[in-house]
């Protein structure tokens, strides 16, 4: 039991922070846009993190798995709208954008994950921008206009549950979402996977040749990581805000935030995501109203200095320092 | 007992290059054998093809009588496959025992290893290697030979049936060598493991130790017999001197 609880307390700092920003959402009137906002920074990088930190591949189509977990839910409320399956037709929109994201990344992954370094990026950017010409060329889910489904949702649920969904339930559940993910990457770690992982991150012919299956444990991750994205889009991009635009939805700029949350708290590390996801979303935040328009000029060289202070990441930086004494095991 | 491995009429050609060429050769159980041959006589090249990072042009490599030809090479891992590379190829943010460890995890015992265990198995192997003292530190802060070392540690922990070693003695001095032969004669005899160690020059140590020498040239065996004759073998004196010793005399 000891022993149990040794190997998982690294995730004790995560879940704290998460339950800090719940709080003083709930508590400090004014508060609550911003927190969710900061929890969906934080879910973001926890759920890309698996993918972009555990193999070291660069994903620049990321937002497209958030954007098809968008569409899942999209499509199936706009479907499932006035057979009265009520509150049910929700969990099916779950499922379909498990469904559109999870297939999605593993035909992507079945096929660009053979290539790697650069040629996987470019790969994947071709992929998101694809996915999103394909969609608005073939009218496919309403092509370029976009599917609104406001009323659909309001006939589901009812007014009242709908905008209490969508000013607080979503983000409770983007919440669960960033939890579950954080969960799953320490669980991955412990286990076989992370260590199949980190050998095929640092050296992928030699991995090979330890026995690691290093095609089947790249798509594994890079599933996991899509799977998570997919709720992410179905919860805070559909359920909160019930409409979906192609442009919008498959935008690279979602993507490089993403990956500058990653790599600003520490690509690999289990509490690096919701550091980055903090520092990010503050700082942001804080620009916009010091220095309101300018807030780009300023934010990106100040990136820059802390990805050089720090070149494991900021929790990369600390593990490096603390990490054998006795706070070591709660950093990881 | 049929042979542990054997290459039929292995040929593998880079473009107009023959790297490997009509190379038959057996490998027995709990062998030591000696690979020698000058620099790009294809020594590599027959690494990489018995444990599959090429696949042959020609001919089959067979492992335990079952054709493993065209087998990826993760799965040659998993039924008893181990290799150390020319220039060792560490898991650099890993500590030494998570190196270790991640053989015991994959290898041929893979199948039947938690991560707990694993741990384990490494640290014996570990400490067998005289690596315990660089147990903890990361991969990548270790000196050449002992990330060498370490990659010796990390076969071992997939308790191979074959292990091979593509210039394991390169940059250590005599000392060290003695103790790396010693040390591998030992494992090969308890864990029954068949190594095949690759070196540039037919080297004391090696010689001591080989039951058998195969000689590489331009990517054709000349040679595949006991030590001693071997190095007496006017074909070997050759390809090193570039003249034959009746030329000589
Ligand atoms: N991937 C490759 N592409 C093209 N040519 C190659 C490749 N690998 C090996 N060769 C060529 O095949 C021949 C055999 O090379 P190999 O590396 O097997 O030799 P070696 O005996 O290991 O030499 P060294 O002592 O330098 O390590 C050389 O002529 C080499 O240039
Ligand atoms: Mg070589």
């Known amino acids: 039991m000891m022993r149990t609880l040794d190997k998982y307390a690294a995730i004790f700092p995560v879940l704290v922070v998460y339950a800090v920003l719940f709080l003083l959402g709930l508590n400090m009137s004014g508060m609550w846009q911003l927190m969710a906002t900061l929890l969906f920074y934080c879910a973001l990088g926890q759920a890309f993190n698996i993918f972009l930190g555990m193999t070291g591949y660069v994903d620049f189509g990321y937002v497209a798995f958030v954007g098809m977990g968008t569409y899942g839910m999209a499509v199936t409320i706009t479907s499932l709208a006035g057979t009265g399956l009520g509150g049910l037709t929700i969990i099916a929109g779950y499922i379909m954008a498990l469904a559109f994201s999870g297939l999605l990344s593993l035909a992507v992954g079945a096929v660009a994950l053979r290539l790697r370094g650069a040629y996987f990026a470019i790969a994947t950017i071709g992929v998101n921008e694809g996915l999103r010409f394909l969609i608005e060329g073939t009218n496919l889910w309403g092509g370029s206009g976009g599917i609104i489904f406001t009323r659909q949702l309001n006939d589901i649920l009812g007014k009242d549950a709908s905008s209490a969904l969508a000013t607080f339930w979503a983000d409770v559940l983007v919440l669960i979402i960033a939890v579950l993910a954080a969960i799953t990457t320490i669980v991955y770690m412990r286990s076989k996977i992370g260590y199949a992982l980190t050998a095929l991150r640092e050296d992928e012919d030699a991995a090979k040749v330890m026995g690691i299956n290093v095609t089947m444990f790249k798509i594994l991750a890079f599933m996991t990581s899509a799977c998570f994205a997919g709720l992410l889009g179905a919860t805070a991009w559909a359920l909160k805000t019930p409409y979906v635009f192609p442009p919008e939805v498959f935008e690279i700029h979602y993507t490089i935030e993403a990956i500058i949350i990653v790599m600003l708290g520490g690509a690999g590390t289990l509490l690096g995501p919701v550091a980055g996801g903090l520092i990010y979303g503050i700082g942001k935040y804080v620009l916009s109203i010091v220095l309101p328009g300018f807030q780009l000029l300023i934010f990106a060289p100040l990136i820059i200095i802390i990805i050089v202070a720090f070149p494991d990441g900021v929790v990369g930086g600390i593990r490096n320092k603390f990490g054998h004494t006795a706070l070591g095991r709660f950093i990881l | ?249």
Request: glycine fraction near 8%.
């Open chain 2, 1 to 249: 007992m049929a042979a542990l491995l054997r290459l039929e009429n292995v040929s593998k050609r880079f473009g107009g290059i023959v790297a490997l060429n009509q190379v038959n050769m057996e490998i027995q159980y709990g062998e030591f054998v000696g690979i020698v041959g000058p620099n790009g006589s294809g020594k590599t090249t027959l690494f990489n093809v018995i444990n599959g990072v090429y696949f042959p042009d020609e001919g089959r490599v067979l492992f335990e009588d079952r054709d493993i030809s065209r087998l990826p090479t993760h799965r040659r891992a998993s039924i008893g496959l181990g290799r150390t590379f020319q220039i060792p190829r560490p898991f650099a943010s890993a500590t030494v025992r998570e190196n270790v460890a991640v053989g015991a995890m994959f290898g041929s015992r893979g199948k039947e290893t938690n991560v707990n265990e694993s741990m384990l198995v490494a640290e014996s192997i570990i400490e067998r290697m005289g690596l315990s003292r660089h147990r903890d530190k990361k991969a990548e802060l270790l000196t050449p030979v002992e990330k060498k070392l370490m990659e010796i540690a990390r076969a071992l922990a997939m308790k191979p049936k074959l292990l091979l070693m593509d210039e394991a003695m390169a940059g250590m001095h005599p000392g060290e060598i003695d103790r790396l032969v010693e040390l591998l004669g030992g494992v090969a005899a308890e864990e029954e493991v068949a190594i095949v160690a690759m070196v540039e020059h037919v080297m004391r140590a090696v010689v001591g130790m080989a039951q058998k020498i195969i000689v590489l040239h331009q990517g054709e065996k000349i040679c595949d017999a006991p030590a001693q004759e071997a190095l007496n073998d006017p074909k070997v004196i050759e390809c090193y001197l570039g003249y034959t010793p009746e030329e000589a005399s």
